[in-house]
Nanobody, 122 residues
């Protein structure tokens, strides 16, 4: 099992910054890729940033150049640094992880955190 807990959300003015953290516990050595999604009211959950198993990163066009995903593997934390925030960045942000259960025929699993709210005022 991999458990994820997000933190760092809050209320910020447009142009400001926030850093979200996602702390993983459990079978953390089995984690492959990690990512951040967000869900705005009335909209579908969308990918914001991902850090793949090969170490590469990719970002949604809407956040390129403003957001940065990074991993602290020693402490099992994934960060999302968000700069130059805009009101349209408002939403619930969720951390996700793809991991493998090697005790069960290498079954792939997906874990989600419960989310942290980010509100950007204009």
């Amino acid at each position: 099992q991999v458990r994820l807990v997000e933190s760092g959300g809050g209320l910020v003015q447009a142009g400001g910054s926030l850093r979200l953290s996602c702390t993983a516990s459990g079978s953390t050595s089995n984690i492959n890729a990690v990512d951040w999604y967000r869900e705005a009211p009335g909209k579908q959950r969308e990918l914001v940033a991902a850090n793949t198993s090969s170490g590469s990163t990719n970002y949604a066009d809407a956040v390129k150049g403003r957001f940065t995903i990074s991993r602290d593997n020693a402490n099992n934390i994934v960060y999302l640094q968000m700069n130059s925030l805009k009101p349209e960045d408002t939403g619930a942000y969720y951390c996700g992880a793809d991991w493998t259960d090697y005790t069960d025929y290498a079954t792939p699993w997906r874990s989600w955190g419960l989310g942290t709210q980010v509100t950007v005022s204009s």
